[in-house]
């Protein structure tokens, strides 16, 4: 149990382009969904907290109208990079939190971008 | 923004022997919990074990044992029978009361055959 999705596994697009990246809780419903940025060999940098029929809360930094984040339901968020640019291309990662149980997190298997 | 330290960039172990990787973090809470994962060349996380602040007892997965130094805000995780499939990066992280985690930098462990 406990499984998340992330879909594309990689993606290249061009500069200029927009790019969706989806992130599902396969067997389980997540009211809280995070988004995550991770360098190579760096470690994971919380982007934002997406919660479930609100608005999603963008840490210190981050672009709200570069990352478009929705989460239209208990299984489902998404990740819009906007306008992309390379210094956008990165690994992106996505957790989900369980409706039931608030102290874990289930990760999905993530998203490298390619912005050429 | 909570804190969480990881001062050992890489760390290098013998197949079968033992490693420990130091993490501390900065809090002010007196409940929470902290987590160690790992992260394979597949760039999956996996959740290797945690631990609830609340409790003295240090918990412990199979091989893998942690040392929870409350006051001192220490949590090591250390790794007993090593095996080649343990080589990963791992992070220890702090769960805040928004759900939000903090990661450390990470530490790099390469296993020996």
């Known amino acids: 149990g406990a499984v998340v999705s992330q879909h594309p596994s990689r993606v290249i697009c061009k500069s200029g382009t927009s790019v969706k990246i989806e992130c599902r809780s396969l067997d389980f419903q997540a009211t809280t969904m995070f988004w995550y940025r991770q360098f190579p060999k760096k470690s994971l940098m919380l982007m934002a907290t997406s919660n479930e029929g609100s608005k999603a809360t963008y840490e210190q930094g981050v672009e709200k109208d570069k990352f478009l984040i929705n989460h239209a339901s208990l299984t489902l968020s998404t990740l819009t990079v906007t306008s992309a640019h390379p210094e956008d291309s990165s690994f992106y990662i996505c957790?989900?939190?369980?409706?039931?149980?608030?102290?874990?997190?289930?990760f999905g298997p993530g998203t490298r971008l390619t912005v050429t | 923004a909570q804190t969480v330290t990881q001062s050992q960039p890489e760390m290098s172990v013998q197949e079968a022997e033992t490693v420990t990787l130091s993490c501390t973090y900065d809090?002010?809470?007196?409940?929470?919990?902290l987590f160690w994962y790992k992260q394979p060349p597949s760039r999956q996380m996996i959740l290797v074990i945690r631990q609830e602040a609340y409790k003295q007892q240090n918990a412990t997965e199979n091989r893998f044992s942690v040392n929870f130094q409350k006051a001192a805000k220490s949590f090591s995780l250390k790794i007993s029978d090593s095996q080649l499939g343990d080589a990963a990066m791992y992070f220890c992280a702090y769960i805040d009361g928004d759900y939000k985690l903090s990661f450390g930098a990470g530490t790099t462990v390469t296993v020996r055959a």
């Open positions: 809090t002010s809470e007196s409940d929470y919990y």
């Open positions: 957790s989900a939190r369980p409706s039931q149980r608030g102290d874990e997190q289930y």
